[in-house]
């Protein structure tokens, strides 16, 4: 796993676009190598591969609709009144959440409904790529326009959004890579 680090001020849409892209790769590959009983054994009360992967499919699917919305609906939720916080800004603000006990609200909670992995990572997918191909057609200039509640850190900038859900895929591959078996080495 590699955790992105970043020494600009901002990531252009086509570096966001890609840096997710890796992202969701990189928790299909790890997810589809592990055995089913691995796959869904939870380990210490914490959540298994297949609810990390739940929770990020949870966490995409309002920003996959969100991106298809009229931009002018996006000033419901206000006009930007602060600069845009950079990637390690905004992964330093999420983190320092995470340790003062900020976690997943109910509606990005996993259910373990899923019990077949291919249905899961078919899911995974499809909303992944619904994201990528909604953000897609956003201008560059449009995500330092716009904001989108957060539950945990606010209303944050379009690009900060995409910041977080580029940490925040990590932050769960790190995770769900810790539920699997070390990969044996040939």
Known sequence: MRIVKQNLATMTKERIIKELQKGFEEVTGSAQVAT???FFRKQDLKWSAANNIEHLILSVKPLKLAFRLPKFIFLYFGKPNRPIRTYDELVTKYLEKLSSGGRATPAFTPTSNFQDKNLLLSNFNQMNNGFI???AKWKEEELDRYLLP????GKLYIREMLYFTIYHTQHHLK????????????
């Open 175 to 186: 995770a769900i890579e810790t539920c699997l078996p070390v990969k044996q080495a040939d």
């Open 133 to 135: 191909n909604s953000l």
């Open 36 to 38: 089913d009983f691995t």
């Open 150 to 153: 957060h539950p945990l850190l």
